[in-house]
């Protein structure tokens, strides 16, 4: 039977937003017991409640992951420019980057946030590779990965025509060769690295959550950078 | 239970696809722009991760808004609302310190990597930041209330919309920097 859920008294609120962000106190897990308020809710109290400057709080928190995301996507920025005289001479190169970027990213977002939902809903053991949610999510992510690959080709394709440059039958292809090589290399790379430093993290009793979206997204944007530059490279 | 997987991992692509469809728009107008943003030094170095911090920024604002909204602690109104304040100005303290840093390590490698030295570079970042964050938080605030209110969990959905948005934004806003300068 669903319990009922009681009203938060004053003294209850004082001692939530007055525990420190990285204490576990035990009077959470008691008010969440006894008011049967979830854990989650408490924590947010607990990080923007009256008592707390709610900028001063994210700025504390967010600042380091997201310099050193920033940073890792900027040290991708060098291979880049290491082929700007291409970019000048293949307009398309430049519809086709964005794109492949954040299918990438996106990825790496899906693949993080649920494989975090599968820990914490216990559908990962230790033998994670017997996991069939994990099965269908990499199973899903490659096949999407494919279809996003081919989709951001004809994408390129049409926004080469907007922007009036004349694209040859061979160069779709080539396009298309680079966004599907790109995406399925880095697939797999985002898949090992968050079922490794999601398990690290989680056994640590952290949230996964925290840190895999993070380093997810910036290690597919670092390398989506560089394998692209490679091909670009290799190709031209 | 695989066939509720199945629905969230659908809806997931549908957001994707749409999201995909605006970055083309984003590599288009990178193109257009390209003769003039490539004039600055080193711009190439800072874009990755000028659209990352923008993805990152604006989707963690939007995430943290959400939870709020789901947990009953935020109201989904513009007015006397501490939470969200505090998020719009955590996000500008944000962009500032991490453009002037994304500026800075832009200049550095351009000098000790490629032999340039610009400091156009540091004033670019700042300025395209401020402008794309003043763009970018009403939009994803606006976005955030509207999907909750149309009975959505705005953090299933967001997320490539904001990328997407984030990346049209902040190749707007160094277009036009760079037309200024």
Sequence with gaps: MRRKRKNLERKDLHVISKIKRKKFHPALHKISKEKCISQGCLFYMKEYGPRSHVARVIVKEALGILLLTSIISSVAGIGLESIKSHFTLIIPLIILLPALNNAIGGFGTIIGSKFTEFLYAGKIGRKWWKSEELKELLKFVYLVGFVSAIYISVLTFIGSIL????????MIFVLGAIAIITSMILLGVVFVITVYTGLKIYEKKEDPNNFLIPITTAVADFFTILIFAGLVFLIF | MKEKLHKELADI??????????????????????????????????????MEMRGNISGTMSARISSGLILGEVKPKWRKNKILKGNVLASF?????????????????????????????????????????????PIVTYMTFWFFKKGHDPNDVMGPYITAIGDLLSTFSLFLLVIVV
């Design chain 1, 163 to 170: 922007v009036g440059v004349a694209i040859s039958l061979s």
């Design chain 2, 93 to 137: 303290i944000l962009v500032v310190v991490d453009s002037l840093i994304l500026g800075v390590v832009a200049w550095a490698i351009t000098l000790f990597i490629f032999g340039v030295s610009s400091m156009t570079v540091i004033w670019i970042a700042l300025a395209a930041g401020i402008l794309s964050n003043a763009l970018q938080v």
């Design chain 2, 13 to 50: 692509f549908k957001s994707q696809l749409a999201s995909l469809t605006l970055e083309m728009f984003a590599g288009v107008l990178l193109a257009i722009s390209l003769d003039k943003i490539l004039l600055i030094p080193s711009i190439l170095i800072l874009l990755p991760g000028f």
